[in-house]
């Protein structure tokens, strides 16, 4: 059975950093595109990421260009999320998905996520 298992989440004050890790189960996704959405309570999921199989093209929401740094280490079937300079309008939970859509809907599977609290 496939699992996109998303760790690295926690509280951070404002101006912090802290790095999310997918790491998916029962297949390799190193072949795939991948991407990190998140959801903020009472919000739809939102597109924070995304990048090719390789890690030789990235691309991200104008709200955290910048900040956030998305990265992928094959030979460990983990991709990365690299968060600095935090907000707390970045404060929701994290998922990582396979796919190249930025559209949240398309996604039919999603892991449990990670929760990222950022205080002001």
């Known amino acids: 059975q496939v699992r996109l298992i998303e760790s690295g989440g926690g509280l951070v004050q404002a101006g912090g950093s802290l790095r999310l890790s997918c790491a998916p189960s029962g297949r390799t996704f190193r072949s795939y595109t991948m991407c990190w959405f998140r959801q903020a309570p009472g919000k739809e999921r939102e597109f924070v990421a995304r990048i090719s199989w390789s890690g030789g093209s990235t691309y991200y929401a104008d709200s955290v260009k910048g900040r956030f740094t998305i990265s992928r280490d094959n030979a460990k079937n983990t991709v990365y999320l690299q968060m600095n300079s935090l907000k707390p309008e970045d404060t929701a939970v994290y998922y990582c998905?396979?796919?190249?859509?930025?559209?949240?809907?398309?996604?039919?599977?999603w892991g449990q996520g990670t929760e990222v609290t950022v205080s002001s």
């Open positions: 998905a396979a796919g190249s859509s930025v559209v949240a809907v398309e996604y039919a599977y």
